[in-house]
């Protein structure tokens, strides 16, 4: 652990991610219960963000609290989440084509926006024109086929919009990780000559104000905890927050090191973050 600063920052809420943070899989990681707990014994508040648009809010809070760490969907937030209430509340007329799963679907009809369907009546073989299309969202997508990926790339090449949920690379997995949202954005930049034009979770501001709203805190209040160095960390010194990076996911010590500006704190588990301000 790089030892704490002189003198330990006042921290008021924690900011934790939770894939290879608080949890890998269907188990909680070592000294993740015991340290969560033991904050909110201190009168810390605590938030759950999480980059994956898998599964809605109540799932993540339900497997929390099954693992130990009693939790309401209030408390976490998922970038499906974000750019649902995002899109809903600055661009509500938009037609999506969603490159997603069922979950991040359900979640954009829940905030009344308009999911385009797949358009089953065209060879996705061919040129695929794209009617009816004005924006591609993209997102972590395990169901990912040519069907999606041409229609989403003539969507593009017509001028639709380019949003994202995330834009992680892998999601860590028991025994390693899978790719994610960030290979499939990748591919489309690269073969449209696109960019990305807004992303709605981690590092982005969008998510971050979205916390520190629910927190009603100031993010100099905040420590922000996770494993990724690109999105939890990079979030976290962009917003000027403590950090805390845990190595028990996607960073080991020698990426830590090459990190600049340098991190807060350098931690082996989460049970040693009480001591870090107390």
Do not use: W
Not at 41 to 46: C, I, N, R, S
């Amino acid at each position: 652990m790089i030892g704490p600063r002189k003198p330990k920052p006042h921290i008021d809420g924690f900011v934790f991610d939770l894939d290879g943070t608080v949890y890998l899989g269907d188990h909680a990681l070592p000294g993740a219960v015991a340290g969560i707990t033991q904050l909110r014994e201190m009168g810390k508040q605590t938030l759950f963000v999480s980059n994956k648009p898998l599964e809605p809010r109540e799932v993540y809070a339900a497997k929390l609290t099954r693992l130990g760490i009693p939790t309401d969907p209030e408390q976490v937030i998922t970038s499906a989440h974000v750019l649902g209430r995002y899109l809903a509340r600055t661009e509500p007329h938009l037609r999506l084509y969603v490159v997603g799963e069922a979950n991040l679907i359900a979640e954009l009809r829940r905030h009344g926006l308009t999911v385009v369907e797949e358009l089953e009546d065209q060879d996705p073989k061919q040129v695929i024109i794209p009617h009816d299309i004005d924006a591609v969202v993209v997102a972590f997508d395990r169901t990912l086929d040519y069907r999606k990926l041409n229609t989403a790339y003539q969507a593009l090449l017509g001028g639709a919009r380019f949003f994202a949920t995330n834009g992680d690379k892998m999601c860590p997995m028991p025994g390693g990780g899978i790719p994610d949202a960030g290979a499939t954005i990748a591919a489309l930049e690269h073969i449209t000559g696109r960019r990305v034009e807004l992303l709605a979770g981690k590092p982005s501001t969008l998510i971050l104000q979205e916390a520190m709203d629910l927190l009603r805190l100031t993010p100099d209040r905040c420590m922000m905890v996770g494993d990724r160095l690109e999105t939890d960390m990079r979030m976290g010194q962009q917003a000027g927050m403590i950090t805390a990076v845990v190595l028990t996911g996607a960073s080991g010590r020698e990426d830590v090191a090459r990190m600049t500006p340098p991190l807060d704190f350098v931690i082996e588990s989460l049970s040693e973050l009480p001591a870090l301000i107390a």
